[in-house]
């Protein structure tokens, strides 16, 4: 079983301001541009089962960030993922997308580690029976390096961080704003909010979630909080797309075959 693993040196607080603002892949999103994307974390068993129904039962899809290296374990986020569940996932048109294989910290990893964490991640998911795109990536913890940033802007259309708030006007698809799923009742207040914001002025919110469970974990969600969210964006009249759509409706063709 895996333990929790929190970045919370001084260093990474620090590294952390500076990758922002450098290794850009800009795009500006039109003024009039409004989108929602849910995602998963890490594909414990219960995203892709009470989290896929829930997302499914409003016609939408999710993307589900893998790290190959959880397959068939169990963790502070419950049971993970399967082939089955990668196939069930993938074949109902949700996006499988990445993270590093064994979920390294890429802020915290030299920049050989994480390319190679990338390949033997992208090599295990075909192992395990999956053909589709691989567009998509998520940094682990939400934490990378200039340098990773930069190599992995080359290999994928869209990097996504932690950095909570609405991707708006300028936005960077090697840096992507992402607001969490978790935090009970706070949580969804939070995401009611941010719901109201990008109806009333635009812009691309992306969910983030991990299990999706009665019991779940500190970065989890029960099914109701869940379905609150979602059950709010319909309510808006939001359209809901999988970040690999949006990237293909917003970056250009020639961009895109770049990976």
Known sequence: ???????????????????????????????????????????????????????????????????????????????????????????????????????????????????????????????????????????????TSLGAKSSLAKRYSTLRSVWPGVNRGSIDCAYLRATGLDGGADGVARARAQIADVKQNGGWLIFYGHDVRAQHSEWGASERELEEVVEAVAEAGLKVSTVGDVAKSIISEEALRAR
């Open 1 to 143: 079983m895996s333990e929790a693993y929190s970045p919370n040196s001084l260093a990474a607080k620090i590294k952390r301001r500076f990758v922002r603002y450098g290794a850009r892949r800009p795009v500006t999103l039109p003024p009039n541009f409004s989108r929602v994307s849910f995602s998963f974390d890490d594909f414990p068993r219960s995203a892709g089962e009470a989290g896929a129904r829930i997302v499914e039962s409003f016609g939408y899809r999710a993307t589900y960030y893998v790290a190959t290296g959880f397959q068939d374990d169990e963790n502070h986020l419950g049971p993970l993922w399967t082939k089955d569940d990668l196939a069930r996932v993938a074949e109902a048109g949700h996006e499988i997308g990445c993270h590093t294989h064994g979920h390294i910290d890429c802020n915290n990893s030299s920049l050989a580690d994480v390319e190679a964490e990338a390949q033997r991640n992208e090599e295990a998911l075909r192992a395990a029976g999956y053909d589709g795109p691989l567009r998509s990536f998520a940094f682990p913890y939400g934490e």
